[in-house]
């Protein structure tokens, strides 16, 4: 039986290969902007004005605060009232990357507070600007520290990535819905659903473990 | 070469600094002390601005230190050198030598290195230029931290208690580095509690206490004969033994 289920579950290939590109896609893309903004978020939120640095604060806690389904809706349901028309692939990469560097931009912020104040005050006592101070003194510390946490936040976005399935985008997780449908075993279907997740994330996990053993070796 | 006229500085209700005015000229030595939390190493951070102050006008090498766009040009003249020494632990010796003058001089990395390793051979380091901080001992990070100023090529060298940092035995390795510096000429202000090396190069003693400048007097004066009561009770208490 269970074989019978099996192979008819794999004559849906196509759908789940599709699924899969498509979560891979999602999440890489939405993992780039989430980076590229994340960074930004952390310089700022870390930086010496008080003022942009609680605003942007303000702003990241409403999206670490609220459920990420909630974040889908808004971007797709909400945002074409204020007249921003957004597809579903659009609204689903809009979504996750702001959710990303909402977090990216806390474990940045964290990083630079760690490298300690000696060292932006050795790169300004150079005569440094404070761009400099950052490219070359700062943050490539931060980034030591914050790499393992970075890589940990990667692998839930991929995993927060089938959320999008509720706006229709068809990902791994929505691909296991179609196929559900005319192969009734609901846990053959998503346990292969789950073990193409667990595909893309567990090198992810193997990483930030070994990052995370090799950070601490360093500095010591 | 350093002008202090009447600075005055305040940590919330703390005077930190009182009305401090003091002149040091070119080639120099200025060794500054007294007990702790009484502004000397505010005093000598004012210098290349890692501390304003609110009020008073403070000159180095002819730039007004109000005047925040010469600063960045100023701070590449002025060498400074931490109790902690501050080197960039993601970087090696040479590299960390070699980091202000290729990004801030514009120095070719080239030219950079050459000085570099010439400076870090200079310090008696020319077997680590590839070893990390954290595979040095405490006496030769901070020689590499003074070869990391000396690059910069800076007309005003400072110092900010650059031995406390250090185990005893290494603590000479350092100082001589110092003493070579000074009698070569270098412009030096030194907080230091280190008063076998005031009494070699120093031309003058500062003697602080809670913020402002006490004495000060050539070394010979200072140790053989201090004007303050204050002074004398400093000295007793650092040189008893």
């Keep these: 039986m269970v074989w019978f289920y099996l ?33 930004g978020f952390g310089i700022i939120r870390a930086g010496h004005n008080r003022w942009l640095s609680r605003v942007l604060g303000l702003y990241i806690d409403f999206f670490r605060g609220t459920p990420f389904l909630v974040q889908v809706f808004i971007a797709f349901f909400i945002l074409p009232v204020i007249g921003i028309e957004l597809s579903a692939f659009a609204a689903g990469v809009v979504a996750l990357s702001n959710m990303a560097a909402c977090f990216i931009g806390e474990i940045v912020a964290a990083g630079l507070k760690a490298v300690p104040s000696g060292q932006s005050e050795a790169a300004i006592a150079s005569g440094m600007t404070r761009a400099q101070q950052m490219r070359l003194v700062v943050m490539p510390q931060a980034v030591r520290i914050i790499t393992p946490s970075l890589v940990g936040q990667f692998v839930l976005l991929i995993k927060d990535s ?40 567990y090198p992810l996990i193997h990483l930030s473990r070994r990052l995370e053993r090799r950070s601490q070796a360093a500095f010591l | 070469m350093i002008e202090f006229s009447g600075v005055n500085k305040w940590f919330g209700s703390l005077h930190v600094l009182q009305d401090i005015s003091l002149t040091v000229a070119k080639g120099e030595v200025v060794v500054v002390c007294g007990p702790s939390g009484s502004g000397k190493s505010t005093l000598i951070r ?22 925040r766009k010469a600063l960045l040009k100023l701070r590449s003249e002025v060498g400074f050198v931490f109790q902690s020494f501050n080197l960039y632990p993601h970087k090696t010796a040479l590299e960390n030598v070699t980091l202000a003058p290729i990004h801030v001089r514009r120095l070719g990395r080239a030219q950079a290195e050459e000085r570099g390793r010439a400076l870090l051979e200079k310090v008696g380091l020319a077997d680590k230029m590839g070893s990390y901080p954290h595979q040095l001992s405490g006496g030769q990070q901070q020689r590499v931290a003074i070869a990391r100023s000396l690059c910069m090529q800076p007309k005003i060298m400072l110092f900010d208690e650059p031995t406390s940092a250090l185990d005893p035995e290494m603590i000479n390795e350092v100082l001589d580095v110092m003493v070579g510096l000074a009698r070569e000429g270098m412009t030096m202000m030194v907080v230091t509690h280190e008063m076998g090396f005031a009494r070699k ?41």
């Excluded at chain 2, 006008?57 to 007004?64: I, K, S, W």
């Design chain 1, 7 to 39: 192979e008819r579950i794999f004559g849906y290939w196509p759908v789940l290969l599709k699924g899969m590109g498509m979560t891979i896609g999602l999440s890489l893309l939405s993992l780039v902007i989430g980076v590229v903004i994340g960074f």
């Design chain 1, 162 to 201: 089938s959320v999008v399935s509720a706006i229709g985008l068809l990902d791994l997780t929505r691909a296991g819905w179609l196929i559900v449908q005319s192969v009734p075993n609901g846990l053959l279907v998503f346990g292969i659903v789950g073990l193409g997740y667990f595909i893309i994330c």
């Design chain 2, 46 to 67: 004012c210098i290349n601005g890692l501390e304003p102050f609110e009020s008073g006008r403070l000159l180095v090498d002819g730039t007004d230190l109000s005047n």
């Design chain 2, 201 to 241: 190069v120093a031309d003058r003693v500062i003697f602080m206490d809670r913020g402002a400048i006490v004495e000060t007097a050539p070394p010979e004066r200072f140790f053989t004969a201090p004007a303050h009561a204050r002074t004398r009770d400093f000295l007793s208490k650092i040189l008893q033994h």
